[in-house]
């Protein structure tokens, strides 16, 4: 296995994703549109509202008939956990270049071609878990776009389950856009618009070329990874969803995502549709353009929530 480097600095950012879990399983419900000025900003971990059980579990089937009724399959490698940790020199805390509610992300080198890769390894005591994995693996062999990213292989080992993607050089859009530290160049407008416009492609194929659509669920900055051109793709399809068929508008579904991305409907309801994802574009769009996170609980109490904030801004400007 070839030499190579692996980023110190990245280290400040797997430090900073330690502080705090972004995604919850179910998200505290949205207040009402209109009662935005007396929104309590609420920590991502609070204690979620009961929802009723519902096809969740059914996931992973749906998904697997609707792969095996495609053709335009191509199957992921398989691994073994070996080969994965040979890859990245025994998960060495060198090569770690995130981590996330799923588990932690390394940068690897594939001994056979000598591909460079991300492996991300599913934390066994972690809250995401195989069906995650499961959805992850079928959805990437399924869905294949400029603007997605591009899932190498798997290793499903006893009960080892790690994820084996394209590494992508400049890490994710949050990185480069939100907590900067002194010394960060912030992005400039010209990349700013084409991560936008990277992201919104990877959508599009999501929901108007895939069939069935397919209902992302889980679009944010930290999933928007970037190459070495700033060019954006969607990664982490562990939540995602075959969309409605026929007559049908909306999937019943228990309400997974990230609090500030999720959609109010989608919480209040648990109906998804595809403009769930349209809301999510919307938020991640307003941190572009703002340089801010959609929750930010340091900043002061009206601005803790950067849907909230811009919308009474707004309502101020108009009146
Ligand atoms: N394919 C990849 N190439 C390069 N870096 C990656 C890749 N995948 C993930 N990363 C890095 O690892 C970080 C963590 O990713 P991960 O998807 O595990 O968690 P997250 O998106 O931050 O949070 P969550 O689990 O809540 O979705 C990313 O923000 C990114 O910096
Ligand atoms: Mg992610």
Redesign the pocket.
């Known amino acids: 296995m070839g030499c190579f480097c692996c980023f110190s600095s990245n280290e400040s ?1 797997v430090d900073r ?1 330690r502080n705090g ?3 919850s399983a179910q998200p505290p419900a949205y207040p009402p549109r209109n009662d935005h000025n007396n929104m309590a900003p609420q920590p991502e971990n609070c204690k979620p509202r009961p929802r009723p059980e519902s096809n969740d579990n059914k996931d992973a089937r749906d998904h697997k008939e609707a792969a095996n009724g495609s053709s335009n399959v191509i199957a992921a490698q398989t691994f073994t956990f070996r080969e994965l940790a040979m890859a990245t020199k025994n998960f060495r805390r060198e090569c770690l ?7 932690r ?1 390394y ?1 690897g080198k594939l001994d056979k071609g000598g591909q460079v890769v ?1 492996v ?1 390894q599913l934390d066994r005591n972690g809250l ?1 878990g195989n069906r995650e994995f499961i959805v992850e693996v079928l959805m990437l062999s399924l869905l294949h776009h400029q603007n997605l ?1 591009n899932l190498v292989g798997y290793c499903a080992d006893g009960d080892q389950r790690l994820l084996v ?4 050089p400049k ?2 859009l ?2 480069h856009l939100l907590d900067l530290t002194p010394e960060q160049k912030p992005l400039d407008w010209f990349s700013r618009m084409k991560i936008a416009l990277g992201a919104a492609k990877g959508l599009e194929y999501l929901h108007d070329k895939a069939t069935p659509p397919v209902i992302y669920r ?1 679009l ?1 900055s ?2 928007i ?1 970037l190459d070495k051109f700033f060019n954006a793709k969607l ?2 399809f562990g939540l995602a969803k075959l969309g409605p068929v026929g007559e049908k508008l909306h999937v019943s579904s228990r309400v997974m995502g ?1 609090y500030g991305y999720c959609a109010p409907e989608y919480q209040i309801t648990g109906q998804i549709t595809v403009k769930s994802d349209v809301y999510s574009f919307g938020v991640v769009f307003l941190e572009l353009i703002t340089g801010k996170r959609v929750i930010d609980t340091t900043r002061q109490n009206n601005e803790q929530n950067l849907v909230a904030w811009v919308t009474n801004l707004t309502l101020l400007s108009s009146s």
Do not use: H, W
């Open positions: 950012n994703r879990s972004r995604r270049i995130g981590e996330g509610g799923f588990g992300v940068k991300a991300k995401q990213v993607y394209e590494y992508m890490g994710s949050e990185d889980d944010k930290s999933n990874l990664s982490d990230t």
